[in-house]
């Protein structure tokens, strides 16, 4: 968006961000010419012609749904989501947040991580109506081209993520309990 950091100083200036992570919606263009949306109206018509996709629609959902998109196109003020498994939205936040779990590098759990411990923490997660990136097409990182690769990879993963939902359950107690009980659901 154009003048997001403006908009963002304007914002954060009006709020009190305790406890808050500003969601930024993201979008997604498959093309590589594109005339960057000037407007949510010209993002709005840019998704309904096909230009423009909600970020990752098409390979994983989970990480943006919340945010819910529907109720963007037409909102006029901030709107509060709930945080839901696999959840990985653009955030803003104060600088003395939990910083980002260093075990989760390259391809896979960093963003999901940050915002899981943000709503242990009791973050309330606030969907901006006027704002939004858009992430433009590139090629696949070798990260994720590992990932995709090597079942080692996936599998020291996976334990990555259940010895982190442990230890969120360790830190912050009953609260945290949910975050365990997503892998016996797996």
């Not at 960057?36 to 012609?49: I, N, Y």
């Not at 943000?118 to 704002?131: M, R, T, W």
């Not at 442990?166 to 016996?184: E, F, R, T, V």
Request: proline share 5%; hydrophobic share 40%; net charge positive.
């Amino acid at each position: 968006m154009f003048g997001l950091y403006e908009y963002l100083r304007k914002i954060i200036g009006m709020m009190d961000m305790k406890k808050k992570a500003l969601v930024v919606p993201a979008f997604e263009t498959l093309r590589y010419r594109f005339s960057f949306p000037k407007t949510k109206s010209e993002v709005l018509d840019s998704l309904d012609q096909g230009i423009l996709y909600t970020f990752r629609y098409h390979v994983w959902t989970k990480g943006h749904a919340p945010t819910d998109f529907a109720r963007w196109r037409t909102a006029t003020s901030p709107y509060r989501v709930k945080w839901e498994p696999d959840f990985e939205p653009y955030v803003v936040v104060s600088s003395d947040v939990a910083r980002y779990d260093e075990r989760f590098v390259g391809f896979g759990w960093n963003k999901v991580s940050h915002i899981t411990e943000l709503d242990a923490q009791g973050f309330d997660f606030i969907v901006l109506p006027n704002a939004y990136i858009i992430h433009l097409p590139h090629a696949p990182s070798l990260d994720i081209a590992k990932y995709r690769a090597s079942s080692v990879y996936r599998s020291c993963l996976q334990k990555l993520k259940e010895e982190f939902q442990k230890d969120l359950s360790k830190k912050y107690g009953m609260a945290a309990l949910k975050y365990l009980q997503l892998n016996q659901k797996k």
